[in-house]
């Protein structure tokens, strides 16, 4: 029921920002796909999304930590009826020692990146007539958790932007809504495991059972594919009256 809308996901050469892409061109859509990299690779995954979903899909290179380069990304696109916001960093440190840099980084990259899009996105999906925002926030955009403040900080606010984006667009057929997710294991997830066992002084199991799925009352890690399942629901005319909201995709993690 997408076919004709272009996605542009930022942050979709892996983890779920891809598993995203690939829901969405289930349903039809064409694609933009994006990280700060620009390799063959890249490339040959843009070809075989396409190849396996019969949807036109491109791939193109923008850091998302630089607003110029987040803007020319959906400049470049051309259309973008559908907006995934999903680029994201982490860094688990405790404040006095957080690098000045690395919170910058990912107040850029996890939040300002978010506007930036959305900002040259807005009037393109008027022009359409339709628009659908998705911001992947995170339960860390809800709740808190000691040593990662940068990004604690930044999905909460990328969930304040979600309600503002809502409100700027009631009156029209464009919503705007946050997913977020609980702990899904994508790379971003396995990088903090070496981390959070030398803070924890556990092993890497542990850290996976006591530390992190503690939070996440199913025991079990949510999947890519299920947040690309919710981006299209999101996308489908049962959502039409979603907008300004978050959906947890958490095992339950919240309602703790
Ligand atoms: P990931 O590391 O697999 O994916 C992150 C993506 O962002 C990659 O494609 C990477 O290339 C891209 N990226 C990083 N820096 C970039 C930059 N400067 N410019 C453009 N692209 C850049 O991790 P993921 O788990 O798939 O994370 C995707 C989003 O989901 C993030 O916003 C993350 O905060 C959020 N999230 C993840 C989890 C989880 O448990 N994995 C939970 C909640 C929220």
Redesign the pocket.
């Known amino acids: 029921f997408l076919g004709g809308k272009t996605a542009v996901v ?10 995203i892409a690939h829901e969405l061109a289930r349903a039809g859509a064409d694609l933009v796909l ?4 620009d390799t063959p690779q890249d490339h040959a995954l843009a070809e075989s999304l396409a190849a396996e979903h019969g949807v036109k899909v491109r791939y193109i290179q ?5 607003g110029k ?1 987040c803007r020319a990304l959906i400049e470049a696109a051309g259309a973008c009826d559908i907006l995934v ?6 860094h688990v440190a405790p404040i006095p020692d957080f690098p000045a840099e690395r919170w910058d ?1 990912i107040i ?3 939040l300002s ?1 978010a506007f930036h899009t959305t900002a040259v996105a807005l009037p393109m999906m008027r022009r359409a007539g339709w628009g659908r925002v998705i911001n ?5 955009g809800l709740t808190a958790s000691e040593y990662k403040s940068a ?1 604690v900080a930044a ?1 909460h606010g990328i969930v304040g932007l979600t309600k503002v984006t809502a409100l700027e667009t009631a009156k029209e057929p464009i919503t705007c809504n946050a997913i ?10 396995e ?1 903090q495991i070496p981390d959070q066992m030398k803070t924890h002084n556990m092993s890497r199991e542990d850290v996976i059972a006591k530390v992190m799925l503690q939070r996440q009352p199913s025991g079990q ?2 999947t ?1 594919e299920q ?1 690309g399942g919710t981006a299209v629901f999101l996308c489908s005319p049962a959502a039409a009256q979603i907008t300004g909201t978050t959906i947890s995709v958490d095992g339950g993690w919240t309602a703790l």
């Open positions: 930022t942050g979709s050469n892996s983890g779920i920002g891809l598993g994006n990280s700060f990299t923008a850091d998302m930590s630089k380069e916001n999903n680029a994201g960093i982490q980084a850029a990259i996890n990146s992947i926030a995170s339960a860390h990004y999905k977020c997710p609980g702990y899904v294991l994508t790379p971003i997830v990088k890690f949510a890519v947040m």
